[in-house]
C-alpha cells in the first residue's frame, strides 16, 4: 500500500503537460512578435534604399527650376545620365491668396506651390517667379 501511494505521487523531475504547452505558447508568441519587428525593419530599410536613389533626382529637377522658372510650363522635366534620363513629373499650383503687393514689392512676382513626382516619391516646394517670367 504504501508502495502504490508512493509510485501515484508526482515526481519531482521533469514538466506536466500543462507547463509544456504553457511554455510554447509563450515562445511561439514572442517569436511571431521578433519576427514581425524584423519584417517591418527590412522593410522600412527598403523603402529607405528606394528614396537615396530617387532623392538626387528630385533635388536636380528643383535646382533646375530655381535657376530657370520658365520650365514650370513643363509637365515634365528629365534628369540624370542623358543616356538614360529619369522622368519627373511637375504639377504647379498657384497660391491665390498671396498678393505680390504684400510682399512689399508689387513686382515681386507670384507664388507658386511646386510638387515633383519620380517613381513615387514626392518634392515639395514654394518659388516666387518673377513678373518677368512667364508661368
Same mark, same amino acid.
Given at each position: 500500500?504504501?508502495?502504490?501511494?508512493?509510485?501515484?505521487?508526482?515526481?519531482?523531475? *521533469?514538466?506536466?503537460?500543462?507547463?509544456?504547452?504553457?511554455?510554447?505558447?509563450? *515562445?511561439?508568441?514572442?517569436?511571431?512578435?521578433?519576427? *514581425?519587428? %524584423?519584417?517591418?525593419?527590412? #522593410?522600412?530599410? #527598403?523603402?529607405?534604399?528606394?528614396? =537615396?536613389?530617387? #532623392?538626387?533626382?528630385?533635388?536636380? =529637377?528643383?535646382?533646375?527650376?530655381?535657376?530657370?522658372?520658365? %520650365?514650370?510650363?513643363? =509637365?515634365?522635366? #528629365? @534628369?540624370?545620365?542623358?543616356?538614360?534620363?529619369?522622368?519627373?513629373? @511637375?504639377?504647379?499650383?498657384?497660391?491665390?491668396?498671396?498678393?505680390? =503687393?504684400?510682399?512689399?514689392?508689387?513686382?515681386?512676382?507670384?507664388? @507658386?506651390?511646386?510638387?515633383?513626382?519620380?517613381?513615387?516619391?514626392?518634392?515639395?516646394?514654394? %518659388?516666387?517667379?518673377?513678373?518677368?517670367?512667364?508661368?
Amino acid at each position: 500500500m504504501i508502495r502504490l501511494l508512493l509510485t501515484l505521487q508526482r515526481s519531482p523531475k *521533469g514538466f506536466t503537460l500543462l507547463e509544456v504547452m504553457v511554455s510554447l505558447t509563450l *515562445g511561439t508568441l514572442i517569436a511571431g512578435a521578433v519576427m *514581425g519587428v %524584423i519584417s517591418v525593419s527590412l #522593410q522600412y530599410a #527598403q523603402r529607405l534604399k528606394e528614396t =537615396a536613389k530617387i #532623392q538626387p533626382y528630385l533635388e536636380a =529637377a528643383a535646382r533646375e527650376i530655381l535657376f530657370d522658372p520658365e %520650365i514650370l510650363e513643363n =509637365a515634365s522635366l #528629365q @534628369v540624370g545620365d542623358p543616356k538614360n534620363p529619369v522622368n519627373v513629373d @511637375v504639377l504647379v499650383t498657384p497660391v491665390p491668396e498671396v498678393d505680390p =503687393a504684400e510682399l512689399g514689392n508689387p513686382k515681386a512676382g507670384r507664388l @507658386v506651390r511646386v510638387l515633383l513626382r519620380c517613381r513615387g516619391r514626392l518634392l515639395e516646394f514654394s %518659388i516666387l517667379v518673377p513678373v518677368s517670367e512667364r508661368l
